[in-house]
């Protein structure tokens, strides 16, 4: 939601009710970029760029990074609705000097990964990406670490909901929101040309499979939801209700002065090592 949404962006709330006047509806969460902003080799982290197919056959495009040392998991990463992995790698790159192998991927009509972005095909990407990573030798015998940003966080939501929760271990979501048509409302709302239209404009989106109709499907996974008090994108209000509706073993941070998916970037190094002290705990607790 980082690049559709953006603060006091007037311009762009307009776009959005033209997008919906048009019929673009489902199609305004997604603004993917098709050029790499960075890739680990630029960071001297070696990687595989990797390509595989979604569930209908769409090319996808993905980056392995193998962990440093002794290897503890594999962190998925679902990311964003904007640009591409490129601009995404930032929030895991320090994941590799931690011991944890990280795979990134593009969603269809992201970076290099092939066909048009929509709702269905996103969620027929993000099983796929899980079904690659559990088929790798080189992952099998690790567990794995689901960790979803913003839009990300429904697409891993659906996914872990949906499909076998064999070698998941725990199930991060960062900025995420409740459902596709309540943050929509929200933001058709914060803008006096579009607040009249608020209601029915929001129900011209789809709601399926939005986080807080299927959240409660993830447990006994270990969950932790983390959400910044001043986020400007998507208000913290979305992670503490899902967290109301999600069932134990569940972990709520609001992180004091957080922003949009930046809770465990270079200024906050210090949710990084309290995040590595939950996934130490869930790697000791969980038993599949």
Known sequence: MEYLFL??????????????????CNGIFYQPTPNLLMTPEKL??????????????????????PGRGNIKGTVLQFHGNGANIGNHYGAVYWLPDEGYNVFLFDYRGYGKSGGTPARQGIQE???AA?????????????????????????????TVATQKQDGIVAVILESSFTGYRA???????????????????????????SPLD????????P???VHGDADEVIPKHHSETLFKTARKPKTLWIIPGGHHIDAFSYPHQENRKRLLEFLEQALQTTVH
């Open 7 to 24: 603060k006091n962006s007037k311009n762009r709330l307009f776009l959005i009710f033209l997008a919906i006047i048009l019929g673009g």
């Open 44 to 65: 001297k982290y070696t990687y595989e760029d990797v390509s595989f197919k979604s569930l209908d056959g769409t090319v996808l495009n993905g980056w392995f990074i």
């Open 125 to 127: 990407d993000g099983i």
């Open 130 to 158: 899980l079904e690659y990573i559990r088929q790798r030798a080189d992952v099998i015998p690790y567990p794995i670490i689901i960790y979803g940003q913003s839009l990300g966080g429904a697409v891993a939501v659906s």
């Open 183 to 209: 943050i929509a409302r929200e933001k058709l709302g914060s803008l006096w040309l579009t607040w009249p239209l608020q209601w029915p404009l929001s129900f011209l989106i789809s709601n399926e499979y």
């Open 214 to 221: 299927m959240i409660g499907k993830i447990s006994p996974v």
């Open 223 to 225: 969950l932790l939801i």
